[in-house]
């Protein structure tokens, strides 16, 4: 056994880094690290570049644009780019509805929706959770009742990322309210977000950035072409797509990131005259989080290694989203602690300066702790991947 | 041992109870929160009215004479209802130390300086704030770089005070400023009462994680009469630690109203919220989690009457500062948990800022740092063991 990469995979991940280091635009790198907002040119000006370089979507079937690289190398990829600083990719069209699409989707789903996906030329977002339908998705009540060669959507969905910047949106919707297995009425759409009787409320997070929304569907006309799977069948594509967005969430090569980041900022602060990180209370914590780290990488290259075989990953990714998650959350809480007291203040209270960007890292500190508690929430609360540990991979 | 609140203590919560219901509905304070001011000068003077402001004042200076545990039940109403009004700053810091000072040389001095600010405090005329905190200090109080050169009878004042509590709306502050020695002697500091307007007095207003307003300011050459002094010249130290551990005990109690708002609100979204076709408080994950919580509540709740009791009653400076460190270091590890827990079982609702518990987390976050986070007091407490 050997937990070093191998002489193949090394290179395959210098090679990556180099290009990373030449390509990464600073400014782009720079609003990463100080946790400044990123806009929809940010976000897809990334995009572009990788799609450019052709490794937008590693993981796509080679005819669509993948780049053919096993399990190791995508890892190794993803790791380096959230190392370097890379801001990071929409997921909603790359890496949920294109899976869905390459899986379920007809010849003309895929022909239409994945170059403008792999190009970047749409944002999509998703909507899955309404306000009486989190952890229990299958209970969602968005209709979608068939009217000739369209389907008339009404409803809510609610905590929808990105969705003020976002041209499509994937949906789970009710085609089938009669039916007893609430799982069994669900179909999965996908609808143009400028089409009449959508409306975007902006739902403030308690960090006071805009990230999430409201989407509220009054009468919407879906042409039946953009329904993906046979009507019925939308938990079926759910319950695919909910293991691809959790492929991802351990997130090493951030954390690592911010880690080292963390101890330059702890080093820089003064307690009682001498470096925050000479204190023996902060610094225990400190590697307490940095060797849960060490493990959560050993663990996650484990869990890679058994999917080198092509085998579907099952519980091994709600244990990688637990720990990815407390980790990252762990990290913001010791940063907001080492910032002290001056970490508390947001910024200047005259009205001017209200919502304009701030500059300060310090400033920066609380609201990224308020805003990472919802990584232990979305995408399958931590809660409902004990469950899915408890169940399938320990048989209670 | 007697428990129970006195007659004037429970006709005080009562009374109080019914001014946060009728005052301080929370969409109220939201409007008060985005208000130029940051405050509602209605609000404050209703808690003038009240006797609020005046409640640990000495009686003979308009004031109550209450103890920290006469103010229990309004810390935790403070806490409960996310109160952004200057009570703390004005009443248990600024006030106290003008009210504890002594000054065996200049008494007639000191008396006047009592007679003229404290009944104004009691009424609602004066807010104070106690410039105290500087960027290099983090938690020490002792560390002081300001400077206080005496000059022509008086006192010139030069140095920055970063992020002073309710700074932008005070009209008298209580500079700190050392006298003599290095930045972290502890001897030579000494304090000030400075008018907000006074030439060389430079303010910008902040906005606080807390939805509380803040201020830094800048002191330069500011010129100060000898009856500006608080207290004795140079021996300031013992005056600040005695009134931050009051302070600091009243912040205990006001996290547990906090803590008993957060925990209310989370059980009622746990035995109202269904998923799975049940309330989520029938699954026993969430179960015990919740009980987890109203047990934080109940040591927080104790810690923080003892630490009330300890600087209502310590005559030992050492054994009041070491009971005050065990309360703020439990309090802040329980204000850590409860916040945290508050949000993850309100799910996506607790990251809304729509939601009360998402304000309410804000302040329990800062009050897990406000006068020194866990470790700082873990370190006290046992450096005084």
Known sequence: MDLDYSADERAFRDHVRGWLRANLPAPMRDKVVRYAPLDRDDLLGWHRILAGQGWIAPSWPREWGGTGWNVVQRYIFEEECGYAGAPPLIPFGLAMCAPVLLEFGSDAQKRRFLPRIYRGDDVWCQGYSEPGSGSDLASLRTSAVRRDDRYIVNGQKTWTTIAHLADWIFCLVRTDAAIERKQEGISFLLIDMKTRGITVRPLPLMDGRHEVNEVFFDDVEVPIENRVHDEGKGWTVAKYLLGHERMNTARIGTSKRELERLKAFAAAQSKNGAPLTDDPRFRDKLSRVEIELMALAITNLRFLDQLRGGRVPGAEVSMLKIKGTEIQQALTELMLEAGGPLAQVLGPADPVDIGAPNDDFLAALAPRYCNMRKTTIYAGSNEIQRNIIARHALGL | ?385
């Open chain 2, 1 to 385: 041992m007697n428990l129970d609140p006195s007659e004037e203590q429970r006709l005080l919560a009562a009374s109080i109870e019914r001014f946060v219901e009728r005052d301080y509905a929370f969409e109220t304070r939201r409007r008060i929160v985005a208000s130029s001011d940051g405050y509602s000068q209605d609000v404050w003077r209703t808690m003038a009215e009240l006797g609020l402001l005046g409640l640990p004042l000495p009686a003979a200076y308009g004031g109550f004479g209450g103890g920290a545990m006469d103010t229990v039940s309004l810390m935790e109403a403070i806490g409960g209802a996310l109160i952004v009004e200057p009570w703390l700053a004005t009443v248990a810091l600024g006030a106290q130390l003008i009210a504890r000072g002594e000054n065996d040389t200049l008494r007639e001095l000191r008396d006047e300086q009592r007679r003229r600010i404290l009944p104004a405090v009691a009424e609602g005329r004066l807010k104070l704030a106690f410039a105290h905190a500087e960027a290099a200090a983090r938690h020490t109080l002792a560390h002081v770089a300001t400077r206080a050169r005496a000059n022509d009878g008086g006192y010139l004042i030069s140095g920055v005070k970063r992020a002073i509590p309710q700074g932008a709306c005070a009209d008298l502050l209580v500079v700190s400023a050392r006298t003599d020695g290095d930045d972290s002697d502890v001897e030579g500091l000494s304090l000030f009462v400075v008018e907000r307007d006074a030439p060389g007095v430079a303010f910008t207003a902040l906005r606080m994680l807390d939805g509380t307003r803040a201020a830094d300011v800048s002191f330069d050459e500011v010129r100060v009469p000898a009856q500006a002094l608080i207290g004795a010249p140079d021996r300031a130290l013992p005056l600040i630690e005695e009134v931050v551990d009051f302070a600091t005990a009243l912040v205990c109690a006001e996290a547990v109203g906090a803590i008993k708002s957060a925990n209310d609100a989370t059980l009622e979204y746990l035995k109202t919220r269904k998923q799975f076709g049940v309330a989520i408080g029938s699954f026993q994950a969430l179960q015990h989690r919740m009980v987890d919580l109203a047990i934080e509540y109940e040591q927080a709740k104790s810690i923080a009457l003892l630490a009330c009791s300890a600087v209502d009653t310590g005559h030992d400076a050492a054994a009041r500062s070491r009971t005050v460190s065990a309360a703020k270091a439990r309090i802040a590890d329980a204000c850590r948990k409860v916040s945290q827990e508050s949000i993850q079982l309100h799910g996506g609702m607790g990251m809304s800022d729509e939601v009360k518990i998402s304000h309410t987390f804000r302040r329990l976050t800062a009050i897990a740092q406000q006068f020194g986070d866990a470790d700082h007091h873990l370190a006290r407490f046992a450096a005084l063991s």
